[in-house]
Each structure stands twice: as structure tokens, then as C-alpha cells.
């Protein structure tokens, strides 16, 4: 869900290009499997398309491919924290319900042994965080690129 609604925010702002989204899990009981069909249903029902969804694993090489590493709860940020080889790895690893000032808890729930009415519940609760992690983001990825100085030629300009 949240890869979904992250991917989806970034197309609205035209940012979409610049936002690169991948959900990836820590164990590898679906591999290659669509999303669950109760989160495809509440995506759905929200206007999001989550039909290209396949499960995948995350592993050590991901680290490297990703800027931020975004945990939906507590459990899944130690096993994640706990793979980092680095520091800065380590750093990487954050929880999405920390940027949602409203939240009672860290973790969002996992909605699979439960009805419909949760997995709505949960969308719900990724959207607001998704919303509050975007806007964190929004200025960076917004930010002009430039070539650093030490970086030109001697006939380059600062490139916007």
C-alpha cells in the first residue's frame, strides 16, 4: 500500500520520475505474488491502482539502491537495522508512522487475518503518514541540481 500511495503522490506533483518507490519484504512467503486481494480492493476503492505490485525481498544489496528505507513497523525496522552493515546504512532505516505527528503508535498494523474494514483502516493510516513523508521529501527532490563548483570546466555555468 504504501509504495502505492508514495509512487502515486510523486505523479500528482510531477515528480514522478524523480521518486523511485519499491516495497520489498524481509521474508520470502509470497515472492512474486500480486498484492493480497483485500489491499488491492481498498486501493481501489481510494483510486489508487496497486495492479503491478509483486512481492519481493529485500536484501543486502538494497541498502545501496535506496536513499530511505522506510519500515511500517518496529519489528521489520530492528530486522532492518540489524542487516545494515553500516553506519550509514543503519541511518537509512526509519518508521513510516514517524511522520505522522497524530499517530498513538509507531506500527501500522498488519491488516491480513482481519476484514475489509482494516485493510481500509490501514490505508488510511499509510496515506497520512505517506502524506507527511512526501512533504519532508517534496523540497529535496524539488531543489535545483547543481554541478559543484570543483566539478566544472572552466567554461561551464551553474547548472539549474
Known amino acids: ?27 520470502d512467503w509470497h ?9 488491492l480492493e481498498a486501493l481501489s476503492r481510494r483510486g489508487y491502482d496497486g495492479s503491478s505490485h509483486r512481492a519481493r525481498p529485500f536484501n543486502a544489496a538494497s541498502f545501496a539502491e535506496n536513499d530511505l528505507i522506510v519500515a511500517l513497523d518496529r519489528t521489520h525496522e530492528r530486522i532492518l537495522r540489524a542487516w545494515a552493515r ?40 499509510i496515506e497520512t503518514a505517506t502524506r507527511g513523508l512526501f512533504r519532508q521529501l ?11 563548483r570543483a566539478m566544472r570546466g572552466p567554461d561551464q555555468e551553474d547548472l539549474p
Not at 2 to 26: F, I, K, N, W
Open 1 to 27: 500500500m504504501a509504495e502505492v500511495v508514495l509512487r502515486t503522490l510523486a505523479d500528482e506533483r510531477g515528480l514522478g520520475s524523480h521518486v523511485l518507490s519499491r516495497s520489498a519484504g524481509t521474508g
Open 31 to 39: 515472492l512474486g505474488e500480486r498484492a493480497d486481494a483485500r489491499t
Open 86 to 125: 553500516t553506519e550509514d546504512d543503519e541511518g537509512k532505516v526509519t518508521l513510516l508512522r514517524a511522520y505522522d505527528p497524530s499517530a498513538s503508535s509507531m506500527d501500522v498494523p498488519d491488516p491480513y487475518y482481519a476484514g475489509a474494514a482494516m485493510f481500509d483502516s490501514v490505508l488510511g493510516m
Open 138 to 148: 517534496e523540497p529535496a527532490v524539488r531543489a535545483p541540481r547543481t554541478t559543484p
